[in-house]
């Protein structure tokens, strides 16, 4: 049934709203009901209500929030009148979904927002010669810079220079008739591309050494061929200028607004340090960013090799950070290995990859610690409560993880399971390791809207694969089936943030607008698990355990959605739009607000998605739900 909205209909009827997402309650006297009406603030009515608590037993189409944000009831249309009174704000879903928001186990904010000031090559396909044209245009867009502005071009995708094998040079930016220093960033962050001009300006020559992690590419006299790969982007990127601190705080804003609309309500930033811990804070207190965010501090170099000074320097860190309500300093980051695609290669395998005609090499990619350092580091870190995230592409680097977390278990038993350490990516797992994920407690976070047939996993991973490691690839359904939980990560901006899409391809591993045969199908998830995946799981990752699901005694992290995706065609997720997104009950963003109508172009500078909306900077609202 549909619950009357009209000015009659909220003031007649009876009956109590059911507690919980399992049991109803009856109505009870006139005064308790009356009491309970003074502390529900918002009423969700006539939705198609998604718990996430893997109990979806029957129809549940209404959600009652008190006035600190937490959920007091979950029940039928039939039973919420009595919990509408004066004040209380009623949300109609029409028939969406209401669901957890949210909550993004991987991703780069930060990163996207200052991307969004640059030129976008959209990861597109292209031959060399239209690559060059599409860089005439920016630079002619921005001529007026003068003859030593840097070009700096975002989204570059490394595996899609035509015909295919071509692998990026700098006699491709070369050509172009400008002075100017290039600088295109790989979409995949671990391959950017530069003109000589770049190369000369950061000192690189043939005598450079590579730095530790990456690789400045050479051809086959010595001579650097313009290709920097993981680290060794570095030595260009320290010397390109930074934006202004005016066009980063609007760039800032425009994100922390651009994914309220997207229905993001919590999130782990994937690489940060002690300057984006501060950008954080401001951006929090200032009421510009409402999520709850994670920080994963990177660790790397030398900090790999000492864990006692790492503790003692996150020590440091959490001290200087403490009494923050929604940063949660809990997490580090390890980069184990790079990228499996040609031409980076950097992804570490148990067995080499093969040629472009699928012969042998004796090449395995690049393990970026080695096993028995990471073993010591984990024990070290997990002692000292911190939660491991670990970049881990290829089956030795996931080997080397999961070696590293067992160790941790063996030396400290369930508080190392409670930890909840998790390995991101996770393109290529060998079976025998699959079983170890569920065993050890470990959380693994998949990007699924890579798993789809395209010239990422065609390309550019097939031939160097072989048939037999390539049917494996993105195994979200081996890992779940082994008893291993899954989390749901964007990466973004690697590529487009769609988080609907994200559920969707968790699926049916297939691209709509392209090939639309399924990557592997059977290692496809059900649709109520990427849901989870998405939202609870998600929650799981953050150590948000007062959020992630819809029950009673949670904080009301929500979304609205403009149709029901519990049920009809799996491809219609991907078309779903936010209509509402509530962060401790509170309503942060309406898909009809005129904040949501005036800030239409966000969409176009952060993802070259078709919409978006902005919401309304008001201060966080308190929840005693709780974190």
């Known amino acids: 049934m549909t619950v009357d909205l009209t000015r009659r209909g909220l003031i007649t009827g009876a009956g109590a709203l059911a507690v919980g997402a399992a049991g109803t309650a009856a109505a009870g006297p006139a005064a308790a009901t009356t009491d309970r009406r003074r502390r529900i603030a918002t009423v969700v009515v006539n939705g198609k209500v998604f718990t996430a608590t893997g109990r979806e037993q029957r129809p549940l189409e209404a959600v009652a929030i008190d006035g600190s944000g937490c959920i007091v009831a979950v029940g039928r249309n039939a039973r919420a009148r009595s919990w509408i009174g004066r004040g209380t704000e009623v949300i109609d879903a029409g028939g969406g979904t209401v669901m957890p928001g949210i909550h993004d186990g991987h991703m780069h904010p930060l990163g996207a927002a200052r991307q969004s000031l640059n030129p976008s090559l959209q990861n597109a396909t292209v031959t060399v010669t239209e690559l060059q044209a599409i860089l005439r245009s920016f630079l002619d867009a921005s001529a007026d810079r003068g003859p030593d502005a840097w070009l700096q071009v975002t989204d ?127 951006l929090q207190s200032s009421g510009k960013l409402l999520q709850d965010v994670t920080p994963a501090l990177l660790i790397e170099g030398e900090q790999v090799t000492d864990p006692a000074g790492t503790v003692d320097w996150l020590r440091t860190v959490r001290r200087e950070h403490a009494g923050l309500e929604r940063l949660h300093l809990s997490t580090i980051k390890v980069f184990v290995d790079g990228v499996m695609e040609f031409p980076a290669q950097t992804a570490a395998l148990l067995e080499p990859y093969l040629d472009a005609d699928g012969n042998p090499t004796t090449e395995s990619g690049d393990l970026y610690v080695t096993s028995a350092r990471y073993r010591r580091l984990a024990v070290a870190l997990d002692a000292a409560r911190w939660q491991m995230h670990s970049h881990a592409i290829g089956d030795a680097a996931v080997r080397v993880a999961l070696d590293a977390y067992e160790a941790a278990v063996a030396a400290h038993g369930a508080r190392a ?66 008893g291993g939980e899954l989390v749901g990560g964007s990466d973004w901006p690697v590529d487009q943030f769609r988080p609907f899409n994200q559920i969707a391809t968790a699926v049916d591993r297939l691209d709509p607008t392209g090939d639309t045969t399924p990557l592997n199908r059977s290692l496809g998830i059900s649709r109520a698990a990427s849901l989870r995946m998405h939202t609870a799981g998600g929650a799981r990752q953050l150590h948000s355990d007062r959020t992630g699901t819809v029950e009673v005694g949670k904080r009301a992290d929500l ?48 993802t070259a998605v078709e919409r978006h909306g902005r919401a309304a900077q008001r201060p966080a609202p308190h929840s005693a739900c709780g974190h």
């Not at 920097?228 to 200028?241: E, H, N, R």
């Not at 065609?569 to 109508?597: F, N, W």
């Open 417 to 482: 399971r409670a930890r909840r350490h998790t390995i991101a990516h996770l393109q290529l797992v060998h079976p025998r390791d699959v079983p170890r994920f569920g065993r050890l407690g470990v959380l693994a976070s998949m990007q699924l809207q890579w798993a789809v047939r395209n010239v990422f996993t065609l390309d550019a991973l097939r031939p160097y694969l072989g048939e037999e490691r390539w049917a494996r690839i993105y195994p979200a359904a081996a890992i779940a089936r082994a």
């Open 156 to 282: 570059w995708n490394p595996v899609g220079l035509l015909p295919p094998g071509t692998a990026g040079h700098k006699s491709f930016l070369d050509a172009l008739d400008t002075s100017r220093p290039i600088h295109l960033q790989g979409s995949d962050f671990h391959n950017s591309l530069v003109n000589s001009r770049a190369l000369a300006l950061a000192g690189i020559t043939r005598s450079t050494p590579d730095p530790a992690g990456g690789e400045i590419v050479r051809d086959a006299s010595g001579e650097p061929t313009g290709l920097l790969k993981d680290t060794a982007q570095g030595l260009v990127q320290d010397i390109v200028p930074p934006p202004s601190d005016a066009e980063l705080q609007g760039a800032y804003a425009r994100m922390a607004g651009f994914l309220l609309s997207q229905g993001v309500v919590a999130f782990m930033d994937a690489v940060s340090g002690p300057g984006s811990l501060a950008t954080y804070a401001a």
């Open 559 to 606: 979304v609205v959605l403009d149709r029901d995706i519990t049920r009809g065609p799996v491809g219609d997720i991907r078309s779903a739009l936010v209509q509402h997104t509530l962060i401790r009950g509170e309503v942060v963003y309406s898909a009809g607000s005129a904040a949501a109508r005036s800030a239409r172009t966000v969409d176009a500078a952060m």
